[in-house]
């Protein structure tokens, strides 16, 4: 698997300094780490205070007396005024204070207490949620723990945007998946909502909207790393959507593309430059840039329960359209033609829509084409 046996180039340099590296194989960088640390370096088990002492007097030659003394100095119990245990709240001005200071801080503080609101957005409760959620959970079952020397690598996803607009673009996704996992796993872990479209129009047939969304229909897509297309061929449906490009290419000055399986292909077998703008295509022309962003090994800190891999860190939220009518339902319908409508095309909400345009008995009301409306708020 290693490739050029772990040699320096498996080493990532920086091609263009900060921004990304030359290419390097990922399997051997980490063939790499194993090889320079001590399998104690990267456990996850944490390490026996007392053995940790005892390896901290050997290194500094220092006897046990000398220990206990430096850590009592730089403790920073050290630095408190009071003893631990009767430390007066800082935060509590004391009462018929005669200090000036504190009665300015008192009127400041109350003033501020006039200023607290009950509630805290929910975006704000949410900001960190996701990235703490994970942070150092384990699994019970051993067989789905992380294994130790296990590599994660970050990945951004960027919105399905012109290239050149990539590097202005907040990353709609950062995803961290493992070395052993294969490319489908990061592929299936990325939400678009091109993915849950529904084709066809049903202005006559409001309630029989099909329940199959493209990702049903059109499961073909591709990574595009370093010269070679990793093809989804999971499903016999799959076609390889890379062909047209590749054909493109052939009496074009491009050299020869490679093509691979995805779901045959691990992340430890990928030779990637971290920081270089790479492609994930889906829906024959939904283009996403996937940055590599880190690789690193696990740490006893990371989620060690495996099944949560790919884990999404982060994912942008967006404004989601209303209604044109209520202005307070997420819009579900989206017409064109509308006699009824203020503008072409307009959105609904599924209530306002069949008010607006059914009569009592579901008969269509004047002419118009009515198209399933997914709304990109709804994978927030
Ligand atoms: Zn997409
Ligand atoms: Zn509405």
């Known amino acids: 698997m290693a490739e050029g046996g772990g040699g ?28 320079a640390l001590k399998p104690e370096q990267y456990s996850f088990s944490r390490p026996e205070a007392a053995a940790e002492d005892v390896e901290l007097m050997e290194e500094m030659g220092v006897s046990a007396e000398t220990l206990e003394e430096v850590k009592t100095i730089c403790s920073t119990e050290s630095l408190r005024s009071h003893p631990a245990d009767e430390v007066p709240d800082p935060d509590v001005v004391p009462p018929d204070s005669k200090l000036a200071t504190l009665k300015l801080r008192k009127k400041k503080q109350d003033y501020k207490k006039t200023l607290v609101r009950e509630s805290i957005g929910r975006h704000d409760i949410y900001a960190n949620e996701m990235e703490m959620l994970a942070v150092g959970r384990k699994t019970d079952n051993p067989r789905n723990s992380v294994p130790e020397g296990e590599i994660i690598l970050t990945f951004n996803i960027v919105y399905p945007v012109l290239f050149e607009r990539f590097k202005y673009v907040r990353a709609y996704q950062t995803l961290h998946v493992l070395g052993s996992q294969k490319l489908t796993d990061l592929r299936d872990a990325i939400c678009c909502v091109s993915d849950l479209q529904v084709f066809g129009e049903f202005s006559n047939t409001p309630d029989t ?32 959507i890379s062909k047209t490009t590749r054909d493109w290419t052939k009496n074009k000055d491009f050299p020869d593309f490679k093509t691979a399986k995805m779901e045959d292909t691990l992340f430890y077998d990928l030779r990637v430059k971290v920081g270089y703008p790479y492609l994930y295509c889906h829906q024959g022309d939904c283009e996403h840039v996937v940055i590599l962003t880190d690789v690193r090994l696990a740490h006893r800190d990371d989620c060690l329960d495996g099944t949560l891999y790919p884990l999404m860190t982060h994912k942008h939220r967006v404004v989601t359209r209303k209604c044109c009518v209520c202005h307070l339902y997420i819009s579900r319908w989206i017409t064109t033609n509308d006699t009824l409508a203020p503008m ?19 008969n269509k009301l004047g002419d118009f084409q009515a198209y399933i409306y997914v709304d990109a708020g709804a994978l927030n």
């Not at 072409?344 to 579901?362: A, E, K, N, S, T």
Request: proline residues 6%.
């Open 209 to 240: 909207v099909p329940q199959f969304i493209s990702k049903d229909h059109y499961k073909s897509a591709f990574f595009f790393f370093e010269g070679t297309f990793f093809n989804d061929m999971r499903f016999p449906e799959c076609r390889d």
């Open 344 to 362: 072409d095309p307009c959105l609904f909400c599924d209530q306002c829509f069949r008010q607006l345009h059914y009569d009592d008995d579901g």
């Open 8 to 35: 320096m180039e498996n080493v990532p340099v920086y091609e263009n300094v900060d921004v990304n590296t030359k290419p390097f194989h990922i399997g051997a960088f980490r063939d790499l780490w194993l090889e």
